[in-house]
C-alpha cells in the first residue's frame, strides 16, 4: 500500500548549505506537498547511521573549503551506501561542495587535497587563475536555468562517455572556464554549480519531483536489495 511520506536525507544539513541550498529541499517539500505527500527531512551528520536506500531522496549542498575539510573523513563511511544508490539510478542532487566531493579529489587554493567518494569519474582543482562568482544561464533538457555560483574549484569529468553536462553554459562558468558545461547528469543524479537555490527553477525542480515519486513508488512496492 502506499504511503504518503516522502523521505529525504540532507547530508550535513548544519555544515553544507551555502547561499540559501536548503531553499531547494523547502521547493521539493512545497511541490510534494501540492501533490498530496508529507515529506521527512533528516539531517544525516557527523557520526550518524545512514543508509541510502531508507530514503527517496538524498540532498548535498555546498560548503566552504573548511566544512568539506570537516566533513570529509566522516563522508567516507558512507561511501558504499550511495555508490550503490546512485548507480542504482536512484535521485540525489548535490549543489557546488557536496557535487565537487562526489569525484575522486578536491585540489584547494590552500593546496590541501581533499579526498572525494570517487563515486563518479570526476575531479577537482583550484587554479590560480579564477573564483567563478555570479549569475549564471544555461541550457538544460527541461529548458533554460538561472543560477548563483561562487567556487573557486574547477570540475573536469575524467570519463566524458559515462557523463553528461546539466546543461551548456549561456552566461558564466559552470564546471570551470574552458569547457562551456555545468554540472552533471548520470541517471538520476544530478550535480551542479548552481545556487539561488538551483530549485528556484520550476522546470528542474518538477523534473525531480517525477524522479522522486518515482523512486518512492517503487522503493514502497518492493523495498530495494540493499
Ligand atoms: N569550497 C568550494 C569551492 O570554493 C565549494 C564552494 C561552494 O560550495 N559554494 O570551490
Redesign the pocket.
Known amino acids: 500500500m502506499e504511503t504518503k511520506l516522502i523521505k529525504i536525507a540532507y547530508l550535513y544539513e548544519n555544515l553544507?548549505n551555502?547561499?540559501g541550498d536548503s531553499g531547494d529541499v523547502k521547493i521539493l517539500r512545497f511541490l510534494l506537498k501540492r501533490q498530496g505527500y508529507e515529506t521527512q527531512v533528516t539531517n544525516v551528520s557527523l557520526g550518524d547511521d545512514f543508509d541510502a536506500f531508507d530514503y527517496d531522496f538524498i540532498f548535498f549542498?555546498?560548503?566552504?573549503?573548511f566544512e568539506?575539510t570537516v566533513i570529509a573523513k566522516d563522508l567516507q563511511r558512507h561511501q558504499a551506501t550511495l555508490s550503490k544508490y546512485i548507480h542504482a539510478g536512484h535521485p540525489m542532487l548535490c549543489?557546488?561542495?557536496?557535487y565537487?566531493l562526489m569525484g575522486s579529489y578536491?585540489k584547494?587554493n590552500s593546496g590541501i587535497t581533499i579526498k572525494g567518494l570517487n563515486i563518479l569519474p570526476l575531479h577537482?582543482i583550484?587554479k590560480a587563475d579564477k573564483?567563478m562568482i555570479g549569475d549564471t544561464r544555461y541550457m538544460t533538457e527541461w529548458g533554460e536555468v538561472r543560477a548563483f555560483e561562487?567556487?573557486?574549484?574547477q570540475t573536469y569529468f575524467d570519463n566524458t562517455d559515462q557523463l553528461h553536462p546539466l546543461g551548456n553554459m549561456i552566461a558564466g562558468y559552470g564546471n570551470n572556464p574552458q569547457d562551456g558545461v555545468e554540472g552533471l547528469r548520470y541517471r538520476h543524479f544530478i550535480g551542479s554549480y548552481s545556487?539561488g537555490p538551483l530549485l528556484k527553477n520550476m522546470n528542474v525542480a518538477n523534473a525531480v519531483v517525477k524522479m522522486i515519486l518515482a523512486h518512492h513508488q517503487e522503493r514502497v512496492a518492493a523495498p530495494a536489495t540493499k
Not at 549543489?95 to 557536496?98: E, N
Not at 561562487?150 to 574549484?153: I, Q, Y
Open positions: 553544507m551555502t547561499y549542498g555546498g560548503g566552504q573549503d568539506q549543489i557546488c561542495g557536496g565537487q578536491y584547494t577537482t583550484f573564483r561562487n567556487h573557486s574549484g545556487h
